[in-house]
């Protein structure tokens, strides 16, 4: 099943950080790419573009200006993440059977009552309030499993060896940055 995130109601002044917080989340855990609505940001994008220049994969960021545009012409099912929908553990396989393209969306300040209306799904996520960048996260994972651990990002030109309590991060080229708790690696990453 390949995913799509749309992010309704961009802010680049109060959502710089969660919009990014999002759209790495999405990229991490498997989407293909994000398409948000608002205002345009080209900061957002560009480092997103950098993220992914360095850390690999292909996925994209898109702008529109119409949420609805996105909606109607989607061919697949639409899943929108609401503290209000039916339980994700409760639905979940139902999504997951439907197969084809998903489009996840997500929320910003205020979601369009249309929303609601088109969205195959409304899911939720506990019934509490918290985040759009938490929500996705776990519906991510319900969706694929673990499989959403374990996506590969070729091409990139960072790569982390996981390692139990230092850094191990090997760089385009052969160099190796190391460094542990004790020895506090200079590096940024
Ligand atoms: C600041 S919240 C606004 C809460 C919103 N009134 C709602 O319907 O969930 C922004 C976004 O986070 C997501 N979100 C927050 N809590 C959620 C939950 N419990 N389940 C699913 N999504 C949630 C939704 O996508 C929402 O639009």
Redesign the pocket.
């Known amino acids: 099943m390949t995913i799509t995130v749309l992010r309704?109601g961009h802010r680049p002044q109060r959502d710089k950080r969660l919009s990014t917080h999002l759209i790495l989340c999405a990229r991490a855990l498997g989407a293909e790419k994000v398409i948000y609505t608002g205002m345009r940001d080209p900061r957002l994008e560009d480092g997103i573009a950098s993220v992914v220049k360095e850390w690999g994969g292909s996925f994209e960021v898109e702008y529109t200006a119409s949420h609805m545009g996105i909606i109607r012409n989607w061919a697949g099912k639409m899943v929108?993440?609401?503290?209000?929908?039916l339980q994700?553990h409760e639905v979940v396989s139902e999504v997951k059977e439907s197969g084809g393209p998903l489009l996840i969306?997500?929320?910003?300040?205020?979601?369009p009552w249309d929303v609601y209306e088109e969205a195959d799904w409304n899911?939720?996520?506990?019934?509490?309030?918290?985040?759009?960048v938490?929500?996705?996260a776990i519906?991510m994972h319900l969706l694929q499993g673990d499989a959403a651990l374990r996506h590969e990002f070729p091409g990139g030109r960072l790569k982390i060896t996981p390692n139990i309590r230092g850094k191990d991060v090997e760089v385009e080229g052969g160099r190796r940055g190391r460094g542990s708790a004790k020895t506090k690696s200079s590096g940024s990453t």
């Not at 929108?80 to 929908?85: A, I, K, R």
């Not at 969306?105 to 979601?111: F, I």
């Not at 899911?123 to 759009?132: A, C, D, K, Y």
């Open positions: 309704l929108h993440l609401t503290m209000y929908g994700a969306v997500v929320g910003g300040a205020k979601v899911v939720s996520v506990t019934t509490q309030p918290h985040s759009e938490s929500a996705l519906f």
